[in-house]
Antibody
Framework: QVTLRESGPALVKPTQTLTLTCTFS??????????VSWVRQPPGKALEWLAL???????YYSTSLKTRLTISKDTSKNQVVLTMTNMDPVDTATYYC??????????????WGQGTLVTVSS | SYVLTQPPSVSVAPGKTARITCGGN??????VHWYQQKPGQAPVLVIY???DRPSGIPERFSGSNSGNTATLTISRVEAGDEADYYC???????????FGGGTKLTVL
């Protein structure tokens, strides 16, 4: 049974760095084809992909946010961590982590965490 | 960068067929995946690889992809299908995940 759970602060101040942790079970991030991604959704708006890390520790980032994002994994702990620097009120959103399968030249999200709402405000 | 275009909204009567489109340049050459998101919930994968259904997704959900348009089709629409639907691809030329802007399906 695959599960993912996001954890991190619910409130951050502008200019601070956000650190989110995705703790997962039911699969190994060392298995070929397995990845974990972060996706966010501002209130009332569309999904926005942020970052992906794969079984080989390759990392991919949204073009518009890549200077602010860092994704990493701890395979032994079954965790993936996302840091986002210089937070701004426009970064207020629900942040999801999702298991991502990389197969046959594509990637898709087959399991999602429940999401965690992060509000950026002073 | 690659862009996916969805209609903001689609309305359909119960029991009828809903078709939600996702437009992109030569999208037929890519694999398209679809997600359903109900209010306050995380997205759920409903179609992958253009037309495959994960286990637990009703056969009423189907997909197709050709040319510049991919389509999610929901047959015999039920009130419980009311949700936002997102298409998604992996753009291998830039190594980026791309989501469409989402379509709100309203069941009349």
């Amino acid at each position: 049974q695959v599960t993912l759970r996001e954890s991190g602060p619910a409130l951050v101040k502008p200019t601070q760095t956000l650190t989110l942790t995705c703790t997962f079970s039911g699969f190994s991030l060392s298995t070929s084809g397995m990845c974990v991604s972060w996706v966010r959704q501002p209130p009332g708006k569309a999904l926005e992909w942020l970052a992906l890390i794969d079984w080989d520790d390759d990392k991919y980032y949204s073009t518009s946010l890549k200077t602010r994002l860092t994704i990493s994994k701890d395979t032994s702990k079954n965790q993936v961590v996302l840091t986002m620097t210089n937070m701004d009120p426009v970064d207020t959103a629900t942040y999801y982590c999702a298991r991502t399968l990389a197969v046959a030249g594509t990637n898709y999200f087959d399991y999602w965490g429940q999401g965690t709402l992060v509000t950026v405000s002073s | 960068s690659y862009v996916l275009t969805q209609p903001p909204s689609v309305s359909v009567a119960p029991g009828k067929t809903a078709r939600i489109t996702c437009g992109g340049n030569n999208i037929g050459s890519k694999s398209v995946h679809w997600y359903q998101q109900k209010p306050g919930q995380a997205p759920v994968l409903v179609i992958y690889y253009d037309s495959d259904r994960p286990s637990g997704i009703p056969e009423r959900f189907s997909g197709s992809n050709s040319g510049n348009t991919a389509t999610l089709t929901i047959s015999r629409v039920e009130a419980g299908d009311e949700a936002d639907y997102y298409c998604q691809v992996w753009d291998s030329s830039s190594d980026l995940v791309v989501f469409g802007g989402g379509t709100k399906l309203t069941v009349l």
